[in-house]
């Protein structure tokens, strides 16, 4: 029997909740690239205090400024990095780090107030309207996690967050993104269009699922190289230091230390994944446009993939060569979300191997 062809209405309704799901999907990317912006210029421990609602609003008196500045006086980042640091410079970094909390609570509230309106207009289904609510509760416990990344930078001697906090809150960020971003996609196209499993379709698409987890994994790579300063070192390529592999490499015990405290496993690692990663697309992006059966919608979303990881492994390189100028680390981190989002639109458009 044939499905029962969905109403002008639904079909209204699926166009502005997914409309704005994609906007908050827009909004997060914003927020990447802002939190890349806030670490690069350590600004993140400018703001002393965590107030949910209140700290919406910014110092609006002089005393109140200086207030905050007698705050970051005590910490050890004022203390052995920006010893005389002027009031003005220290509004500098406030309002960085400020408009990346202000950009977090008004992803709140534009997630928050539609859910209520199309809830009560019946436009959301049971199951959806719940999802949406699960969302807003972790975008919640992102800034929390956040204020928990930042709470690291305060103890004794630490001029940053530790990096397995920002670790953390980054991947929180990534996780909340790509599942807004695929409940976005499954409401515009709830009906995937349905495409043969002959042996190199599924090949393919084993190949995005693959790709997915590697892009996954270096981004956190990526993440452990911003957070232990790993990319103001060897800034040569392809050798680091005329080396292949650096010298010491294996030098912590036990040796998975390693991969997320020694400098140089943690940039050669981050290297070793994004040449992987690329490989892995191209190679994928050959198999697929030898595939008719995949059709014209995920050869497209495969080309796209393809120039974006060429894009990004340039600002990879770009980056380390100038070691790393807050605009070049800034773009690089947005445009790996940007790159995921090629990915997960590229397995969202194979939901339909082998289910008619």
Known sequence: MGRTPPSAQELRNRQRISTWLFAICFMLVGMIALGGYTRLTGSGLSIMDWRPITGMIPPLSHAEWERQFALYKTIPQ??????????????????AEWTHRFWGR?????????LVWFSI?????????????????????QGAIGWFMVASGFNPDSTAVAPVRLVLHL?????????????????????????PATPEVVRVHRLVWAICLLVGITVIA??????????FAYNTFPLMDGHLIPQGYA???????????????????????????????????????????????????LAVLGWLVLLQYALGITTLLLVVPVWAGTVHQTCAAIVLTAAI???????GVGHP
């Open 251 to 301: 030098r912590l015990h036990p040796f998975w230390l390693n991969w997320f405290q020694n400098i140089p496993a943690v940039q050669f690692d981050h290297r070793l994944l994004a040449t992987t990663t690329a490989l892995v697309i191209g190679g994928t992006i050959v198999l697929g446009l030898r595939t008719p059966q995949l059709g014209q919608d995920v050869h497209n979303a």
């Open 345 to 351: 639109i590229t397995l969202h458009r194979l939901r």
């Open 222 to 231: 990526g993440g452990f190289t911003a957070g232990t300063h790993a990319g």
């Open 121 to 141: 207009t019946g436009a959301l289904n049971r199951g959806l309207a719940l999802r949406l609510v699960l969302f807003f509760v972790l975008g919640g416990l």
């Open 78 to 95: 004022y203390k052995i990095l920006h010893d005389g640091f002027g009031l003005s410079g220290f509004q500098q970094i406030f309002w």
């Open 171 to 195: 991947c929180c960020a990534f996780a909340l993104y790509i599942a807004i971003l695929w409940t976005a996609l499954s409401v515009r196209t709830p009906r995937p269009a349905f495409i």
């Open 106 to 114: 008004l992803m709140g509230l534009v997630l928050l107030v539609p």
